[in-house]
């Protein structure tokens, strides 16, 4: 096995590594619980099974549903439990740039006008304040804070952490628009 993996052959594993699924259960859970900080389309997904399968990190049973349909319920190997324990288990020192497109954007800004550029930035303030109620609501679901032992506590601490993203990029774009607008 290349000792190189995407992240999302781990994304995979840790999931496979809770639960039994489908492709398309897979495909649901970065929808819904993995959207906050990951994310992988249909396309992304299969290959990425069939990789895991062709390794022996992941195996998976055939079911019958009603009398024709057929798919395929993926399930952790022993050797993927290992693989994935060795990767959750060790903290890689390498600092990340996260590619940010808006980012970007707003460095050649200077080359719109003012009225352009306060556009973008509220756009982007926009996006970041509805992401940002998003996850207020999904704070909601806990009446407390999970025992730290159970599979929520860690949903907690993203959903916290993503919290706590949005709120600083809203005060950063809000400290823009402020010093766009109080500029010559």
């Known amino acids: 096995m290349n000792d190189i993996m995407s992240t999302l052959k781990y994304a995979i594993l840790g999931l496979l590594n809770r639960k ?9 859970e ?10 992988a389309k249909h396309s992304q997904i299969y290959p990425e099974l069939k990789d895991l399968y062709d390794n022996k990190l992941v195996n998976f049973n055939i079911e019958v549903s009603g009398n024709v349909l057929q798919k395929k319920l993926y399930y952790i190997t022993e050797s993927g ?15 990340v740039i996260q590619k940010d497109e808006f980012k970007l954007k707003l460095y050649f800004s ?18 970041h304040s509805k992401a940002l109620m998003h996850f207020k609501t999904n704070l909601l679901k806990f009446d407390n804070i999970p025992p730290s032992n159970d599979t929520d506590f860690v949903d907690y601490l993203v959903l916290l952490g993503g919290i706590k993203r949005e709120e600083m990029v809203c005060e950063w774009l809000k400290e823009c628009l402020s010093l766009c607008q109080n500029r010559k």
Not at 20 to 28: D, I, P
Not at 30 to 39: A, C, I, Q, R, S
Not at 81 to 95: A, E, P, R
Request: charged share 35%.
């Open 20 to 28: 039994s699924m489908t492709g398309y259960e897979l495909k649901k």
């Open 30 to 39: 970065f929808e819904t619980t993995l959207f906050e900080f990951w994310n």
């Open 81 to 95: 439990k290992k693989y994935f324990y060795d990767w959750i288990s060790k903290l890689d020192n390498k600092h």
């Open 110 to 127: 200077d080359l719109l006008n003012k009225d352009e550029r306060n556009s973008l930035l509220l756009k982007e303030l926009e996006i």
